[in-house]
């Protein structure tokens, strides 16, 4: 499964909303999508999987949905430490470790979201 | 609270082979599955595979198939990964991940990830 995500760069304000897309080339079963921020120099971390659900932390300004092939992530009030790169990613396809045919995960190019 | 710490940066020669270690604390180590990735310079993320710490069990991306290795130590609790046949396009910063108690690849915990230079 390929996923676009666009735009490639967001340049806003703090304090303003941002909206993110990723498109799929084909329906993304289960709504197993994630959506991961990173900031240089620093490893990925993980948001939003499923496709709503905040992981532990994540404070309630970020929301995200979607379902078959479009997904959103919604930063609804930019804070500072909000700029960074946001990566989509499916799961649907995940190993299988033998027990079928092997699958494997996919990720967006990402979205820098840059301070205007 | 959960945390991998992977072992530090490599410089190698193009042929040569890397092993990189990841340990893992916070979590019973055999429970939840552990994946490896990697980021080239500048670029997105590429998933490598997955091991099971509970039995060994693992499933390469096809493009890293015959060239890495996955394994993990039960009784120091680490996980490691070899890559062979380095080339330039391996550098990359790798990371070691946790996913969940299936073979789902979600990517909930990360490493600092480590950076592997491939140069002559």
């Known amino acids: 499964i390929v996923l676009t995500q666009s735009p490639g760069t967001l340049s806003l304000s703090p304090g303003e909303r941002a909206t993110l897309s990723c498109r799929a080339s084909?329906?993304?079963?289960?709504?197993?999508l994630a959506w991961y921020q990173q900031k240089p120099g620093q490893a990925p971390r993980l948001l939003i999987h499923?496709?709503?659900t905040r992981a532990p932390g994540i404070p309630d300004r970020f929301t995200a949905g979607g379902s078959g092939r479009d997904f959103t992530l919604t930063i609804s009030r930019l804070e500072p430490e909000d700029f960074a790169v946001y990566y989509c990613?499916?799961?649907?396809?995940?190993?299988?470790?033998?027990?079928?045919?092997?699958?494997?995960?996919?990720f967006g190019q990402g979205t820098r979201v840059e301070i205007k | 609270q959960v945390h991998l710490e992977q072992s530090g940066a490599e410089v190698k020669r193009p042929g040569a082979s890397v092993r990189i270690s990841c340990k893992p604390s916070?979590?019973?180590?055999?429970?939840?599955?552990l994946h490896w990735l990697r980021q080239a310079p500048g670029q997105g993320l590429e998933w490598m595979g997955i091991i099971s710490p509970r039995s060994g069990s693992t499933s390469y991306s096809q493009k890293f198939q015959g060239r890495v290795t996955m394994t993990t130590d039960t009784s120091t609790a680490t996980a490691y990964m070899d890559v062979t046949s380095l080339i330039s396009e391996d550098t990359a910063v790798y990371f070691c991940?946790?996913?969940?108690?299936?073979?789902?690849?979600?990517?909930?915990?990360w490493g600092q990830g480590t950076l592997v230079t491939v140069s002559s």
């Open positions: 084909q329906s993304v079963g289960g709504s197993f």
């Open positions: 991940t946790r996913g969940t108690v299936t073979p789902l690849a979600r990517f909930d915990y």
């Open positions: 499923g496709p709503s």
């Open positions: 990613q499916q799961y649907a396809n995940s190993p299988t470790l033998g027990q079928g045919p092997e699958r494997e995960p996919t």
């Open positions: 916070g979590y019973p180590f055999t429970s939840y599955y």
